[in-house]
């Protein structure tokens, strides 16, 4: 059983930076594949960015590459989603979310979830 729990969440200026974390409770946090997704009104929950077990492989949507960047640290069971210059459209709920095995891009293939952290960004 894995916990997930989201923080760092807020309100910025279009152009700003914010920094999400994901606090994870279990003592096989490094064996898990965690991935950012975030959900806007009435749109489908997508897929942000991943980072495989190590820290060392890490995946974006296109929507986000070179402004957002994933990063884990197994001695805190943490996985960080530094945001820089975010946009009125990055405007979201986001979810950290944790799976075993392979990398997968698909809410559906995600066996645990945090609450989420509101994100909104203003122009």
């Known amino acids: 059983q894995l916990q997930l729990v989201e923080s760092g969440g807020g309100l910025v200026q279009a152009g700003g930076s914010l920094r999400l974390s994901c606090a994870a409770s279990?003592?096989?946090?490094?064996?898990?594949?965690i991935a950012w997704f975030r959900q806007a009104p009435g749109k489908e929950r997508e897929f942000v960015a991943a980072?495989?077990?190590?820290?060392?492989?890490?995946y974006y949507a296109d929507s986000v590459k070179g402004r957002f960047t994933i990063s884990r640290d197994n001695s805190k069971n943490t996985v960080y989603l530094q945001m820089n210059s975010l946009k009125p459209e990055d405007t979201a709920v986001y979810y950290c979310?944790?799976?075993?095995?392979?990398?997968?891009?698909?809410?559906?293939?995600?066996?645990?979830w945090g609450q989420g952290t509101q994100v909104t960004v203003s122009s």
């Open positions: 979310a944790a799976t075993q095995g392979r990398v997968v891009f698909k809410h559906y293939e995600y066996d645990y």
């Open positions: 279990g003592r096989t946090f490094s064996s898990y594949i």
């Open positions: 980072v495989n077990w190590s820290g060392v492989n890490t």
